[in-house]
């Protein structure tokens, strides 16, 4: 044991590691002599046999100890509970011949329930940054809108691009005059907050629930997988004999995100069927788990997705093929649009206190010249 807690990662993922089996009499003979000694005592045998039978690549070791993956022992009867997760994905992952689904047809949704989809690649890793005031820009007035309903609102965002999203966004709640707090969540205990504390949590996040109350959902970017990471979970359960090539393509109009093999010779085989599981199951179900924190399916929420892809088994309310369709359907305006009209207000505002034009371009930040722009075009309007 000593040995082991002291093994590094590449010592860990060697071969020649063995461990000795021990009888029921030995066992009981090695505990009752721990207990003797320190009634805190643990037996750890199980732990040491369950490292054996792990596989070598699902060893490492850092800072916190010891880590290791194993396929969970199976009794005659096992009940699996999970959310979105196929049958089919179970029994090759577990190895067994069947799994079955007591309830087939069972969707669970509430009908006050409203949820949409952005099906464009706008919000992809390598196109968000150079869309990502238009769309953050849509979302924040989502989000104003909520809390001038005293909604609260939930953001999600890939776990890289959460920064930048909460720096921009904060920026741009400034600039308009509202007092919005942005806070990076990473699982952990949430308060219930008013709704001008907005929470922003990355996919997969994991830890504590604590979103249950929150009335709304917004995915911010999208979560996407990487072609390498669905090949390595698909071939990790087989015999090199038995891989084959897996690949993710956009296809289809309006583009979709498609997972399979894309070849000729695995036309009679399930491998389509295969890569089209993991692909849900590691790429769609993440995102409808991270947006499921809001109990969407329970109680009545708006969740916004960002998906160029299937959603199944989701009653979408409405999907939108571009930001100009997103905005139209929800009556947003673009963000300069907004910063406009923001401007309009605040000049007209000030200059009623009796603020002068250099004043005004002080407080709001901009020049002279647009303020009296800003004043004329609300001499305008009012005519």
């Known amino acids: 044991t000593t040995l082991l807690t002291q093994a590094s990662t590449n010592d860990l ?30 037996w750890v045998g199980h732990k040491l046999q ?10 490492w070791s850092d800072d916190r100890g010891i880590h290791y993956v194993i396929p969970p ?48 690649l706008h919000g992809a890793a390598s196109r968000f940054p150079g869309n990502r005031q238009q769309i953050l820009d849509a979302f924040a007035q989502l989000i104003l809108r909520n809390i001038e309903r005293n909604r609260r609102t939930l953001l999600v965002s890939r776990k890289h691009l959460k920064q930048s999203c909460i720096t921009y966004l904060t920026k741009r709640f400034a600039q308009w005059g509202q007092a919005v707090t942005l806070v990076p969540c990473g699982g952990e205990p949430f308060p219930r907050t008013n709704p001008n504390i907005v929470p922003v949590i990355h996919y997969g996040v ?27 979970a698909i071939t990790d359960v087989d015999e090199d004999t038995l891989q084959f090539p897996v690949h993710i393509q956009v ?23 295969v890569c089209r ?9 993440v995102v409808l788990q991270a947006v499921g924190r809001v109990r969407y399916a329970t109680r009545p929420r708006e969740v916004i997705t960002f998906q160029a892809s299937q959603m199944p088994d989701v009653p979408l309310h409405g999907e939108f093929y571009s930001m100009r369709e997103f ?53 305008e309007t009012k005519v």
């Open 13 to 42: 993922q060697r071969t020649d590691w063995k461990l000795p089996n021990l009888s029921p009499d030995e066992i009981v003979s090695v505990q009752e002599a721990g207990i003797s000694a320190d009634p805190r005592f643990e």
């Open 50 to 59: 369950a490292f054996h039978r792990s596989k070598l690549d699902r060893r």
């Open 73 to 120: 022992y199976l009794a005659d009867r096992t009940l699996i509970l999970s959310a979105g997760m196929e049958g089919k994905y179970v029994e090759r992952q577990l190895g067994i011949d069947r799994v079955d689904n007591p309830i087939p047809r069972a969707r669970i949704h509430h009908k006050g329930t409203r949820f949409y989809n952005l099906c464009f």
């Open 206 to 232: 994991s830890g504590v629930n604590s979103f249950e109350e929150y009335d709304a959902a917004y995915c911010l970017n999208s979560f996407y997988l990487d072609e390498d990471v669905l090949q390595k």
């Open 251 to 273: 296809q289809g109009q309006p583009k979709r995100r498609i997972a399979g093999t894309f070849d000729k010779r695995f036309q009679a085989s399930n491998a389509d069927q």
């Open 277 to 285: 599981t993991y692909y849900r199951q590691l790429e769609t179900n």
């Open 327 to 379: 905005r139209q359907h929800f009556g947003l305006l673009t963000g300069s649009e907004f910063t406009r009209q923001f401007h309009r207000q605040e000049v007209r505002r000030l200059r009623q206190d009796g603020l002068t034009t250099r004043q005004i371009g002080e407080r709001l930040g901009v020049s002279e010249r647009t303020v009296r722009y800003r004043l004329a075009e609300t001499k």
